[in-house]
């Protein structure tokens, strides 16, 4: 019997209908539309509106989307997998409601949470209860509404961030396709430079938290940037050393959509040429979990079977790293 490996099979997205240009930013902070494109490569980014909608509301538009998509019968589902750094409250976990709401009447579920990395170690965690032999079909779920944490008046953070979803399918592979390798990486030095202040157990919420603003999230952007640059180049670049992977057996990048001049960086250290970059950070901003599946979302359709694809991402804490993943098939 071949070994099994862990292989994304179908994707699913959703982002919200409401646009938030970089035109309408300038109506609510000191800032503009050159300013931020040239510093982010940002242009807009979507923004969930409606009463009682959150986390899971994506989460679920996202798995019905891949669901609609591959065929997949929920009841099949063991596993429900959901990176998220807002869920939907503390205790109960999102991917719990998210199983039940979408027929995954089989299937555990819980949440991970690694910030921008979430999606990143979410696959590793997939990938593992695959290749156990254990389970037949994890569904993970990257999703985050960052409009429910941000200070739209700090102009350092709201420009940044945006609210999506995407879900993938992994199945058991007997080709050597899908999951190959993993690099990743945490330091807690990052702690106080990307957080939220109060709402945990260290500051519990108060009315003074409410009043002097720190249940939103605060970012040393200088530090972040510096660490997050050298971060995930260093592990893109090792992944592909360890793998005797070249500029040449690289098919694809898909790395954070967190700044343009981040994901330069990376694909610099790997030599990749331009066209191999896969971005769509203009149309979205950071959607921080949902920033890996909303690119393989977007760009499955130039994705051949067996085709060498490297993933990056950096977060708060701080996470990093990259896996390196064969494409296991071709869009029909």
Same mark, same amino acid.
């Given at each position: 019997m071949n070994k099994i490996t862990a292989a994304i099979t179908a994707v699913g997205a959703y982002v919200p209908?409401?646009?938030?240009?970089?035109?309408v930013l300038e109506t609510m902070v000191e800032t503009n539309d050159e300013w931020i494109t040239t510093r982010t490569g940002i242009k807009e980014r979507r923004i969930l509106k409606g009463e009682k909608l959150g986390t899971s509301f994506l989460c679920i538009k996202a798995a019905e989307d891949l669901i609609k998509k591959s065929g997949v019968n929920p009841?099949?589902?063991?596993?429900?997998?959901?990176?998220?750094t807002t869920p939907d409250m503390p205790v109960a976990a999102t991917s719990?409601?998210?199983?039940?709401?979408?027929?995954?009447?089989?299937?555990?579920?819980f949440d991970i949470q690694a910030a921008c990395s979430g999606f990143l170690y979410g696959m590793s965690s997939a990938s593992a209860y695959i290749e156990s032999g254990r389970y037949k079909k994890v569904?993970?779920?990257?999703?985050d509404k960052m409009s429910s944490i941000i200070d739209y008046t700090d102009r350092a953070t709201c420009i940044i961030f945006g609210d999506g979803a995407g879900a993938v399918l992994f199945e058991p592979n007997y080709e050597g396709l899908g999951f190959q390798d993993e $690099?990743?990486?945490?330091?807690?030095? !990052?702690?106080? @430079? %990307?957080k939220i202040d109060a709402g945990g157990s260290i500051l519990p919420a108060s009315k003074e938290t409410v009043e002097n603003r720190q249940?939103?999230?605060?970012?040393?952007?200088?530090?972040?940037?510096?660490?997050?640059?050298?971060?995930?180049?260093?592990?893109?670049?090792?992944?592909?050393?360890?793998?005797n992977l070249t500029k040449d057996s690289v098919n694809w990048l898909v790395a954070h959509?967190?700044?343009r001049r981040i994901i330069d960086a990376t694909a610099n250290r790997m030599e990749l040429d331009e066209s191999k970059v896969l971005v769509n950070i203009e149309k979205y901003g950071n959607t921080t979990s949902a920033t890996l599946p909303l690119l393989l979302n977007d760009f499955e359709h130039l994705f051949k079977k067996g085709d060498n694809i490297i993933f990056a991402? $950096?977060?708060?804490?701080?996470?990093? !790293?990259?896996? @390196? %993943?064969?494409?296991?098939?071709?869009?029909?």
């Open positions: 209908e409401f646009v938030l240009s970089n035109k009841a099949d589902i063991d596993l429900v997998l959901v990176a998220t719990v409601f998210v199983a039940t709401q979408i027929g995954a009447v089989n299937a555990f579920a569904l993970l779920i990257g999703a $690099f990743l990486k945490s330091d807690g030095v !990052g702690r106080e @430079y %990307l249940h939103y999230v605060f970012q040393d952007g200088k530090t972040v940037f510096k660490y997050a640059v050298t971060g995930m180049a260093d592990v893109s670049a090792k992944i592909m050393e360890r793998n959509q967190a700044n991402a $950096f977060g708060g804490g701080f996470t990093w !790293g990259s896996i @390196y %993943l064969k494409w296991a098939y071709n869009k029909q």
